[in-house]
C-alpha cells in the first residue's frame, strides 16, 4: 500500500465494541489517512467524528475509491443483544461482497482482524481473493504488537 497519508481506509462492521477500529481510527488518521466507518446504527458509537472518522450512511459510500477495506468481526457472543434482527440481514445490509468491493479502488486491501464469520461479515469470495491481506494481517498482529511495545519501553531499558 505504501505510504498512508493520502489513502483512505473503510471500516465496517461491529465499531462500538471493536478495539481494533478505535486504534485504526486514531492511528490511520494521525498519519494522514480517510477512514470511512460504516455500521448498523446500534453498532455504531458516538463521538468518532471527534476522532477523525466520516461516517457513512451506506457501504458504498464507505467504500468508494477506498485504498484498504476492513470488515470487523461481528461479536456473535452478542448477537442475543437484538443489535441487529440476523446474521443473513446483517450479511446483505453491512457485509462486504464482490458486489460492493467493485466500489473501492481496482486493487484495494481486504483486510479483517480476525478470526472471520465467513459469509458475515466478508463473503467467502472476498476472503480468499487476491487482494485479501487478512491471513498476512492475523498472523503478524502478534509480531507487530510486540515491537511496538519493544519500542515503547527501550529508552526505559536502556
Same mark, same amino acid.
Request: hydrophobic letters at 40%; a neutral charge; charged letters at 20%.
Given at each position: 500500500?505504501?505510504?498512508?497519508?493520502?489513502? $483512505?481506509?473503510?471500516?465496517?462492521?461491529?465499531?462500538?465494541?471493536?478495539?481494533?477500529?478505535?486504534?485504526? %481510527?486514531?492511528? *490511520? $488518521?494521525?498519519?494522514?489517512?480517510?477512514? #470511512?466507518?460504516?455500521?448498523?446504527?446500534?453498532?455504531?458509537?458516538?463521538?468518532?467524528?471527534?476522532?477523525?472518522?466520516?461516517?457513512? #450512511?451506506?457501504?458504498?459510500?464507505?467504500?468508494?475509491?477506498?485504498?484498504?477495506?476492513?470488515?470487523?468481526?461481528?461479536?456473535?457472543? #452478542?448477537?442475543?443483544?437484538?443489535? +441487529?434482527?440476523?446474521?443473513?440481514?446483517?450479511?446483505?445490509? +453491512?457485509?462486504?461482497?464482490?458486489?460492493?468491493?467493485?466500489?473501492?479502488?481496482?486493487?484495494?486491501?481486504?483486510?479483517?482482524?480476525?478470526?472471520?464469520?465467513?459469509?458475515?461479515?466478508? $463473503?467467502?469470495?472476498?476472503?480468499?481473493?487476491? $487482494?485479501?491481506?487478512?491471513?498476512?494481517?492475523?498472523?503478524?498482529?502478534?509480531?507487530? #504488537?510486540?515491537?511496538?511495545? +519493544? %519500542? *515503547?519501553?527501550?529508552?526505559?531499558?536502556?
Amino acid at each position: 500500500m505504501g505510504e498512508i497519508k493520502g489513502k $483512505t481506509v473503510a471500516i465496517l462492521g461491529d465499531i462500538r465494541h471493536s478495539r481494533v477500529a478505535k486504534s485504526n %481510527l486514531y492511528g *490511520l $488518521t494521525k498519519l494522514g489517512a480517510t477512514v #470511512r466507518m460504516y455500521a448498523p446504527g446500534t453498532l455504531m458509537p458516538t463521538g468518532l467524528e471527534r476522532m477523525g472518522a466520516h461516517i457513512c #450512511r451506506s457501504r458504498e459510500e464507505a467504500v468508494e475509491g477506498a485504498d484498504a477495506v476492513m470488515g470487523l468481526r461481528i461479536q456473535l457472543e #452478542r448477537q442475543h443483544a437484538g443489535n +441487529f434482527p440476523s446474521l443473513g440481514e446483517y450479511a446483505k445490509y +453491512f457485509g462486504v461482497d464482490g458486489d460492493v468491493l467493485k466500489y473501492a479502488k481496482q486493487n484495494a486491501l481486504v483486510m479483517h482482524p480476525g478470526p472471520v464469520n465467513r459469509g458475515v461479515e466478508l $463473503t467467502s469470495a472476498v476472503i480468499d481473493g487476491q $487482494t485479501s491481506v487478512i491471513e498476512d494481517q492475523v498472523l503478524s498482529g502478534i509480531a507487530v #504488537r510486540m515491537a511496538i511495545l +519493544f %519500542l *515503547l519501553t527501550k529508552e526505559e531499558i536502556a
